[in-house]
């Protein structure tokens, strides 16, 4: 399910005259999209490897931004399911085929800091918050990223 399909307020809703184009949509998106209705899409990588879905979108509250997607990866139906928090800035939408592209390789995330649904980190910690920027090669959103 995509996040048109779990747009319960319609504001996602196609031009009336049937135009496909993003420009010419009515509602918000895709330069301002509800939290709710992207919990659930799909993450490919560039060569279109499935890498999981989305379960989770965490905001730092202290800026009031975006900080991590938690992708859900592995498993089998749902059970065994490793968690990763990926900075959300290294997620690009597509809005063609209403998913992410997170520019990784799919051994890369199998490696990559991940954590159990029963046992969250402390995405507070700074140290933590340099780690994952790092493995993901991003920037934290206040701009003091160190390695």
Wanted: glycine share 10%; no cysteine.
């Amino acid at each position: 399910m995509n996040y048109e399909e779990r747009d319960p307020y319609g504001m996602y809703k196609a031009d009336p005259s049937g135009a496909t184009d993003m420009s010419r949509r009515h509602g918000p998106g895709p330069e301002l999209m509800g939290a709710a209705t992207l919990t659930g899409d799909s993450v490919v990588n560039q060569q279109d490897d499935a890498l999981g879905d989305i379960k989770e979108i965490m905001l730092d509250m202290r800026s009031g931004r975006v900080a991590y997607a938690v992708l859900s990866f592995g498993g089998l139906l749902g059970m065994g399911d490793k968690l990763f928090a990926v900075p959300w800035s290294a997620l690009k939408l597509d809005t063609v085929n209403k998913r992410f592209v997170l520019n990784v390789e799919q051994s890369r995330l199998e490696s990559a800091p991940g954590f159990d649904k029963d046992a969250w980190p402390n995405m507070a910690d700074s140290s933590w918050e340099r780690d994952i920027h790092a493995y993901y090669g991003t920037m934290p959103s206040g701009g003091d990223f160190r390695p």
